[in-house]
């Protein structure tokens, strides 16, 4: 039985995908939704209340994670919601036709947390959930993680800050600031030292 190493999941990592749910019609919805790996046969997500995924979710108590790149997909699943011809059924549920690979998890623990930040109070839905079936479409299955992007644009401000100055190097800074962030936040151990590399060798031009 194939688990989420089978297809290049790390546990502690997080990732982009794109999970689908039935509506309480029984049409499929699509979101893009950050999944992060705990171990090979277990995930957790943070919802955000009020929306389709979360409301389908609690009703079913299940639901598919899609591992694709296509970036329509992920900007047409955030605009409005997927027509029907993305979709294909799996047994009860249904996944996405142009997916590297996709696995069903049923939840196993959720709860509302309510959270205050920048933006104000908002309610978070954490859930864990235990993945069943693992497919695998294609032989080469790379998840999305936003760190190793991160590590790249970050590479490219570096090589960069010699040649500005003023407002943009400001700008510059701020940008490498928000990478590190995020770099640290969802990458592995690999990427976290591949950051410190960068800020280290970026840190030289602190007195400019």
């Given at each position: ?101 996709f696995f069903t998890a049923n939840v196993i623990h959720i709860r509302d947390v309510e959270r205050e930040d920048q933006f104000g109070v908002s ?84 007195d400019k």
């Amino acid at each position: 039985m194939l688990d989420l190493g089978s297809v290049g999941m790390e546990r502690g990592m997080l990732y982009e995908t794109v999970v689908t749910t039935k509506n309480n019609d029984g049409v499929p919805n699509a979101a893009p939704i950050g999944v992060t790996c705990k171990d090979k046969n277990e995930i957790v997500l943070y919802l955000h209340q009020g929306s389709h995924t979360v409301k389908n979710i609690k009703a079913e108590g299940r639901f598919v994670v899609n591992i694709l790149k296509d970036p329509i997909v992920f900007v047409e699943s955030t605009l409005g919601n997927l027509s029907k011809d993305y979709f294909d059924q799996y047994w009860d549920d249904f996944y996405i036709k142009d997916s590297d690979a996709f696995f069903t998890a049923n939840v196993i623990h959720i709860r509302d947390v309510e959270r205050e930040d920048q933006f104000g109070v908002s309610t978070t839905t954490v859930l864990r959930a235990k993945v069943d079936q693992v497919i695998k479409k294609s032989e080469h299955v790379e998840p999305l993680n936003r760190a190793i992007y991160g590590v790249i644009e970050a590479l490219v401000y570096l090589t960069r800050m010699d040649m500005v100055s003023g407002d943009m190097e400001k700008l510059y800074r701020h940008r490498m600031n928000e990478i590190s962030r995020i770099v640290n936040k969802v990458g592995g151990s690999e990427h976290k030292k591949a950051m410190k590399k960068i800020s280290e060798a970026f840190s030289k031009y602190d007195d400019k």
